[in-house]
């Protein structure tokens, strides 16, 4: 029951974390910055905002985005993370299947305790190659932007990509290390042989203390 609880509060952060991450890699406000002096943003409230795909232009009576589709002059730190975050997302499936598939109320026809272990060791690998995706975009990026233009502060879709990468750290190390033991398996206690010339079965492991007779 434990193994069993443990297992669930990994994928449930794991799935977690992978909504997190996509969040993150879909929307555009990952990190605050200004053209202008810092104070001279504030007074005019006027902030600009980007992302992965595209830059905006926030203020009160004006939201404008314009998409970042010039690939080739983009800065190298932007493709980076894009890659990373995309193949994070992708990685994200598999993952899910593979632990799904692991559950000891998950039987398919071919399965044993053995082949189960296997795949939620790789779920528990795919989580957290996707963990680390996340975590080098999500501090790569606000990084290379403070050093190319001045950052002012974080955006919520850094917040949704770090919670997110911490989140399937989480889930797949307990998915990793989440050993149960294999309930088809005897106990020796419980094991007998059978003898083929007695044909009676016996217990394998007799008790070693035995009472002696005494003779009369």
């Known amino acids: ?45 006027e902030l600009g905002s980007q992302g992965l795909w595209a830059k905006c232009v926030i203020s009160p009576s004006l939201y404008h985005c314009v998409a970042r589709t010039q690939i080739l002059s ?9 890659a990373l975050m995309i193949c994070a ?13 692991s559950m000891p109320c998950v039987k398919l026809q071919t399965d ?17 190659l996707m963990a680390l995706c996340g975590i080098i975009s999500t501090v790569w990026f606000p990084v290379g932007v403070h050093q190319e233009e001045g950052l ?3 955006g919520f879709s850094l917040y949704a990509g770090w919670v997110g990468s911490a989140l399937c750290l989480l889930g797949g190390t ?15 206690d419980n094991s ?3 003898s083929r010339q007695g044909g009676t079965a016996t217990p394998l492991d007799p008790p070693a203390n035995h009472a002696k007779s005494e003779r009369v």
């Open 112 to 128: 044993n305790f053995a082949i189960k272990q296997r795949r939620a060791l790789v779920g528990g690998i795919l989580y957290i």
């Open 74 to 82: 983009l800065p190298a730190y932007v493709q980076t993370c894009r």
């Open 1 to 45: 029951m434990a193994h069993m609880c443990r297992q669930m509060t990994g994928i449930a952060a794991s799935c977690a974390g992978w909504v997190g991450i996509i969040v993150a890699t879909a929307t555009n406000d990952w990190v605050r910055s200004c053209d202008y002096a810092v104070v001279t943003c504030i007074r005019m409230d």
């Open 192 to 194: 007998f042989y059978y």
């Open 89 to 101: 997302c992708l990685l994200g499936l598999p993952a899910m299947l593979l632990v799904l598939m």
């Open 174 to 188: 307990l998915i990793l290390f989440c050993r149960g033991t294999d309930a088809g398996t005897p106990s020796r």
């Open 152 to 154: 002012m502060s974080f």
